[in-house]
């Protein structure tokens, strides 16, 4: 099966940004889609942005104009580069083949992204 692991969170101040990595232990060309999940202190998991192997993309309306999702299929990595970061935007984000926030299919194990104001 394939492996999903993330990379890229730290400690930001607001106004600034990170790029996330989402890594795969196999070709991503052959998912039909890779989707960014985030889970804030005391709230449930959300979607944040997702991109089909055909490239379409979408985006939660939270972070749209600021967050761009790409991908690299010789890398067999998809990025999530966060710009304009906000103290909302403090999360763990996960990577995953999920096309519903609850559960199912394939998850990293996470990153923590946390912005300070």
């Known amino acids: 099966q394939v492996q999903l692991v993330e990379s890229g969170g730290g400690l930001v101040q607001a106004g600034g940004s990170l790029r996330l990595s989402c890594a795969a232990s196999a070709s991503i060309s052959s998912i039909s889609a890779i989707t960014w999940y985030r889970q804030a202190p005391g709230k449930q998991r959300e979607l944040v942005a997702r991109i089909t192997n055909g490239g379409s993309t979408n985006y939660a309306d939270s972070v749209k104009g600021r967050f761009t999702i790409s991908r690299d299929n010789a890398k067999n990595t998809v990025y999530l580069q966060m710009n304009s970061l906000q103290p909302e935007d403090t999360a763990v984000y996960y990577c995953?083949?999920?096309?519903?926030?609850?559960?199912?299919?394939?998850w990293g194990q996470g990153t923590q992204v946390t912005v300070s104001s």
């Open positions: 995953s083949t999920a096309l519903r926030s609850t559960g199912g299919g394939i």
